[in-house]
Each structure stands twice: as C-alpha cells, then as structure tokens.
C-alpha cells in the first residue's frame, strides 16, 4: 500500500489529536480543577478545619464544598482556555510527536522506545510552549472561590492579566520553565511507555479485547507519567495561581518554589493534587492515546 504524502499525514494527525484533546477535557475538567486547588493550599490537609469553606482535606471534601459555596457549575470553571488550547494543543503534540521521531532514530531502522521517549519529550516542549498562556488564564480562573455567576469571565481574566503584568514572565508566560518540565517530564514517559509497549505486546483479534489492550497500557501510561511529573506541576500551580500576600511575590523560578514547597511543607507537599491528578490522567491519558489511536486508523482509512 502506497505510503499517503506528508501533508495529508499531518493532517490525521492534527484532527487526530484535537479530536483526543477535546474529548479528554470535556470528560475529566472537574478532576484538573480539583488537583489545582489542592496545589495551591498552602495548609496541610491534617490543618484543614471542618468548617472552613476555603481550604479542603481531600478530593471528596473539596468537591462537596464547591457545590455548597459556588455551585454545580463551578466544577468546569476554567474550561473555555483549555478548551480553546485543546485541539491545537493536542494538535502540535501528536503532530510533532510523529515528525521528531525521525530525528531520534540513531541509525536503527525501526523507532526504539529510546526514540519514542526522546520524540515524546521534544513533542511536550512544543506543546508547552503553545498552551503556557491559557494555562495562566486557567489556574486564574480556578483559584477563584466565588460563585460561578460572580466570577469574572475568561476574557476580562485574559484581559486584566495582560493589562497588569503584560506577557513577560509575571503576565502570561508566568511558569513557563515549571511547564516546560511538566510537560516534557510527562510525555516522555507517556509517550514513549504507551508506543513501546503497544509495539511489543501483541495486537488482539477481538476488537473489543484489543480496545482494553490499548485503554489499559494508555492508563499505566498517563498514571504512571502523573507520577513522575507532579513536583513541577506543583510547582507552576505556585507560581501561575495567586501569591499568599498580595503585592509580594513568593514563588518564582521553578527549583526555588519546590525548594521552598519542600522547606515549609515537607515533601508530601510536592505530591500536593497527586490523586485527582491520577484520577484524571490515568483514565484521561487513556482516552486520550485510543481517541487518536482509533481516529487516525479512521481517517487514514478515509482520505
């Protein structure tokens, strides 16, 4: 069969990808807005009075006090950012797992896992430098306790950022290095974890044994990644979210915030929003690489 062109690969992959990044979001949004809010609390979760509506002791508590004090809909606060930022965030980092892989094969005539790793981790730094300002917008808009009608919109967060700190390092590139590791840490374990295994264990017959083949490795994949990403995405929640006293700036530079995180909280606090995270990502990172999996087969097919 006659190899398609590179630009109609480019293109599965692109629509391939946003169409993953879309259906993730929607699906697991509450559980990334949970994981943020945990980050941010400065308090340990053993400190964390009962009746205190603004600090919380775990997923479960902070859920029931969001539906109490902002509401159902607060759950999906923040959404529209990553909503916007999904398809061509997904987009460029499928797309450009795909063509770094190319640049990583050392002479080997088929991709190594070495090549899927290094791909993955060049493929996150591309990404995080694309969805770096909606990630500001968005850890903004979740930090916010009121209530959902009360809070501001994404436009006028946008809009007051750019307007007080610009788009240098305090606007919206804040965070970028924490985003950077975030991501390039992740991806190069999830990517290169899911497209090695799924190389080496055999492909089902079943359709349906060779779907939970695929959402189990893509779930090992995404926990696994979450495991060994979440200090620096302590970190950036630090430094993007709001600063304990206002007017002082606390957390800056990516290895001095966990440095401090670590010195004043210990070193569970780095680990700070891991179950939500997990939660989010296992089964997140799963649907994911099976939603681009299975629609790029599609469109390939197609076109």
Same mark, same amino acid.
């Given at each position: 069969?006659?190899?398609?062109?590179?630009?109609?690969?480019?293109?599965?992959?692109?629509?391939?990808?946003?169409?993953?990044?879309?259906?993730?979001?929607?699906?697991?949004?509450?559980?990334?807005?949970?994981?943020?809010?945990?980050?941010?609390?400065?308090?340990?979760?053993?400190?964390?009075? #009962?009746?205190?509506?603004?600090?919380?002791?775990?997923?479960?508590?902070?859920?029931?006090?969001?539906?109490?004090?902002?509401?159902?809909?607060?759950?999906?606060?923040?959404?529209?950012?990553?909503?916007?930022?999904?398809?061509?965030?997904?987009?460029?980092?499928?797309?450009?797992?795909?063509?770094? #892989?190319?640049?990583?094969?050392?002479?080997?005539?088929?991709?190594?896992?070495?090549?899927?790793?290094?791909?993955?981790?060049?493929?996150?730094?591309?990404?995080?430098?694309?969805?770096?300002?909606?990630?500001?917008?968005?850890?903004?808009?979740?930090?916010?306790? #009121? #209530?959902?009608?009360?809070?501001?919109?994404?436009?006028?967060?946008?809009?007051?950022?750019?307007?007080?700190?610009?788009?240098?390092?305090?606007?919206?590139?804040?965070?970028?290095?924490?985003?950077?590791?975030?991501?390039?840490?992740?991806?190069?374990?999830?990517?290169?974890?899911?497209?090695?295994?799924?190389?080496?264990?055999?492909?089902?017959?079943?359709?349906?044994?060779?779907?939970?083949?695929?959402?189990?490795?893509?779930?090992?994949?995404?926990?696994?990644?979450?495991?060994?990403?979440?200090?620096?995405?302590?970190?950036?929640?630090?430094?993007?979210?709001?600063?304990?006293?206002?007017?002082?700036?606390?957390?800056?530079?990516?290895?001095?915030?966990?440095?401090?995180?670590?010195?004043?909280?210990?070193?569970?606090?780095?680990?700070?929003?891991?179950?939500?995270?997990?939660?989010?990502?296992?089964?997140?990172?799963?649907?994911?690489?099976?939603?681009?999996?299975?629609?790029?087969?599609?469109?390939?097919?197609?076109?």
């Amino acid at each position: 069969m006659k190899e398609a062109p590179i630009w109609k690969q480019a293109l599965v992959q692109i629509a391939s990808g946003g169409s993953a990044g879309f259906v993730e979001i929607c699906i697991m949004h509450p559980l990334d807005l949970v994981k943020t809010r945990l980050q941010l609390q400065g308090v340990p979760r053993h400190q964390v009075i #009962k009746k205190d509506m603004t600090s919380y002791s775990g997923i479960i508590d902070c859920f029931r006090k969001m539906y109490v004090t902002e509401g159902p809909t607060s759950f999906w606060k923040g959404i529209l950012p990553p909503i916007i930022a999904e398809t061509p965030k997904r987009a460029i980092k499928f797309c450009s797992f795909e063509q770094y #892989k190319q640049f990583f094969m050392f002479g080997s005539p088929t991709a190594t896992p070495l090549t899927f790793s290094l791909a993955g981790l060049a493929a996150g730094f591309t990404e995080a430098v694309v969805v770096n300002p909606f990630e500001v917008v968005k850890v903004t808009m979740q930090a916010n306790k #009121k #209530k959902s009608i009360e809070a501001p919109s994404t436009w006028l967060v946008t809009r007051n950022i750019i307007k007080e700190n610009g788009w240098g390092s305090r606007g919206l590139s804040k965070g970028i290095t924490a985003t950077l590791m975030r991501n390039g840490v992740f991806n190069c374990f999830y990517l290169g974890f899911y497209n090695s295994v799924k190389n080496v264990v055999p492909p089902m017959a079943d359709p349906v044994h060779e779907f939970g083949r695929k959402v189990l490795i893509g779930f090992v994949s995404g926990t696994v990644a979450s495991c060994l990403n979440i200090p620096f995405d302590v970190a950036k929640s630090r430094i993007q979210g709001p600063q304990p006293v206002e007017g002082e700036i606390k957390y800056s530079g990516t290895l001095r915030t966990m440095e401090m995180v670590y010195r004043e909280e210990g070193m569970l606090a780095l680990y700070k929003g891991l179950l939500p995270k997990i939660l989010r990502l296992g089964p997140g990172g799963a649907i994911m690489l099976v939603v681009y999996d299975y629609m790029s087969e599609f469109l390939s097919e197609q076109f």
